[in-house]
């Protein structure tokens, strides 16, 4: 059974650092993209960053560049997003996802991350 | 990086059909056959429905369908059931230096 196991979330005052880490299971991590998406509170879904199955290769959202780094370790079938700067917009939902190209294609649950003083 | 634009909200009456569009641009939703649709209940995780355009993943129902012409993609919910009240967001690769881009969500009401 696949299984995404995101963690990590808390609350961070602005301009603070925060790293989160998604646990992989039950399929061949180091054959799937890997995304970050988010979805700040009553708001939609946004996509934020996503890294080649071997890691050579990120993306970012403009919103994120810069700021925000997506690294992975097949060994460990783990994710990462290290997000530096951050901003109360920032606030949100972070939901890592496995999939290819065309799309993701399962979903972790999720972890908050909250921005505030 | 604009988001895709979907509908706010959609409704219908069980047992009816509902489609709820996504219009993109030809640099992501026209030049790719790459849409997919995920369905999110209220406090859970999205889960995919569609993938290239027209493709549903083992398990899903096919009462779930999709479709695109030029520049917009379509899911169409056929014999609505309480169980599909829920949002619905579309989703496309948009290029190399946009990779992936989400619509707005529509919310879609089973009266």
């Known amino acids: 059974e696949e299984q995404l196991l995101e963690s990590g979330g808390h609350v961070v005052q602005p301009g603070g650092s925060l790293r989160l880490s998604c646990a992989a299971s039950g399929f061949t991590f180091s054959t799937y993209v890997m995304t970050w998406v988010r979805q700040a509170p009553g708001k939609g879904l946004e996509w934020v960053s996503t890294?080649?199955?071997?890691?050579?290769?990120?993306y970012y959202a403009d919103s994120v560049k810069g700021r925000f780094t997506i690294s992975r370790d097949n060994s460990k079938s783990t994710l990462w997003l290290q997000m530096n700067s951050l901003r109360a917009e920032d606030t949100a939902v972070y939901f890592c996802a496995k999939g290819r190209i065309r799309g993701e294609d399962f979903w972790g649950q999720g972890t908050l991350v909250t921005v505030s003083s | 990086q604009s988001a895709l634009t979907q509908p706010p909200s959609a409704s219908g009456s069980p047992g009816q059909s509902v489609t709820i569009s996504c219009t993109g641009s030809s640099s992501d939703v026209g030049g790719y056959n790459f849409v997919s649709w995920h369905q999110q209940h209220p406090g859970k995780a999205p889960k995919l429905i569609i993938y290239?355009?027209?493709k549903r993943p083992s398990g899903v129902p096919d009462r779930f369908s999709g479709s695109k012409s030029g520049s917009t993609a379509s899911l169409t919910v056929s014999g609505l059931q309480a169980e599909d009240e829920a949002d619905y967001y579309c989703s496309s690769y948009g290029g190399s230096n946009n990779f992936r881009i989400f619509g707005g969500g529509t919310k879609l009401t089973v009266l």
């Open positions: 290239e355009v027209t």
């Open positions: 890294i080649s199955t071997n890691g050579g290769t990120t």
